[in-house]
């Protein structure tokens, strides 16, 4: 590795230090279907977000809530503390395209039609309102 190249990859893990995310990956559902769910709770503080994701019927929530309690088990882990009530907010959250898992369906007339199975990969910051 250069010299140039591992610089920027000390800076870049020293700023990970100071973000407070987790990651889902390949989670069998659409993007589009978990980015419903996801927009619900972007910018809203994490104990009102846990109780939306509770209560709503999308079945991509519980994966969601699963992912945003990491989320703050990882900040209280950085920080040696347990998070109050309204400090934390979910700052960032995005769903990106995972693989595709192609598959054939027997149609009439010996033809068949083409299943994608899609997946997706979800990434959640959370943050203190103190920071800002």
Not at 5 to 30: D, N, V, W
Not at 45 to 61: Q, W, Y
């Amino acid at each position: 590795m250069g010299n140039r190249k591992r610089l920027m990859a000390e800076k870049i893990k020293e700023a990970k230090k100071t973000q407070y995310f987790a990651k889902l990956k390949g989670c069998p559902s659409s993007p589009r279907k978990m980015r419903y769910v996801v927009d619900m709770i972007r910018g809203m503080e994490v104990n009102r977000a846990l109780g939306v994701l509770r209560f709503s019927k999308k079945a991509a929530s519980e994966n969601v809530e699963k992912l945003l309690r990491s989320a703050i088990a990882n900040w209280e882990a950085k920080n040696d503390r347990k998070a109050e009530d309204g400090e934390l907010y979910v700052s960032r959250v995005f769903v990106d395209e995972g693989v595709t898992m192609k598959r054939m369906r027997p149609a009439p007339q010996g033809r068949g039609y083409r299943i994608r199975k899609r997946s997706n990969h979800v990434t959640l910051f959370v943050d203190a309102k103190t920071n800002d």
